[in-house]
T-cell receptor, first 113, second 111 residues
């Protein structure tokens, strides 16, 4: 347990479904991140939030919609996904965007049928 | 793009030291060297980081060359549980500087 909790751990959805991934941290961190890890590819940064404000969107398609209601919670809303969106989605947090260490959750394994 | 180059894979015998190299020839003066590892299908785990001096903690040692263009992560007594992908990342401690992961080195610790 790293202090960053992701739910669900596994999700299977159809291309027409709407689902959400949730991330929660109790580390007192102010920055939260979504990364995507496709099979045999490096981690790709998707979004960064600092103090609830989105500070980076790494050219992510609009079918991925992040939400950060407070510094402890981060969501990734999913709709009309494609099979190539199947991947491990990792949430991380840090003290602030320039801080030393990222703490990752265990990830949510998404399969789009 | 990642600013580091690592071998794609390495093997190490259990109980021996694992030495993982990383090249970062374009590193800037304010950029730190970080190491993370990712055990299969889990989130990456922080190992160690440093700027100029060698660093040691309970997990590993980090040796940075004097010109800072390369570094080596040392796991002094590798165990089977150290089998993972190891990522070397350079990053400044400035606002907006994010962690950019490359493909890393897949370390296999063999019995």
């Amino acid at each position: 347990e790293t202090g960053v909790t992701q739910t669900p751990r596994h999700l299977v959805m159809g291309m027409t479904n709407k689902k959400s991934l949730k991330c929660e941290q109790h580390l007192g961190h102010n920055a939260m991140y979504w990364y995507k890890q496709s099979a045999k590819k490096p981690l790709e940064l998707m979004f960064v939030y600092n103090f609830k404000e989105q500070t980076e969107n790494n050219s992510v398609p609009s079918r991925f919609s992040p939400e950060c209601p407070n510094s402890s919670h981060l969501f990734l809303h999913l709709h009309t996904l494609q099979p190539e969106d199947s991947a491990l989605y990792l949430c991380a947090s840090s003290g602030a965007s320039g801080a030393n260490v990222l703490t990752f959750g265990a990830g949510s394994r998404l399969t789009v049928l | 793009d990642a600013k580091t180059t690592q071998p794609p894979s390495m093997d190490c015998a259990e109980g021996r030291a694992a030495n993982l190299p990383c090249n970062h020839s374009t590193i800037s003066g304010n950029e730190y060297v970080y190491w993370y590892r990712q055990i299969h299908s889990q989130g990456p785990q922080y190992i160690i980081h440093g700027l100029k001096n060698n660093e040691t903690n309970e997990m590993a040692s980090l040796i940075i060359t004097e010109d800072r263009k390369s570094s080596t992560l040392i796991l002094p007594h590798a165990t089977l549980r150290d089998t993972a992908v190891y990522y070397c990342i350079v990053r400044a401690h400035n606002y907006g500087q994010n962690f950019v992961f490359g493909p890393g080195t897949r370390l296999s610790v063999l019995p």
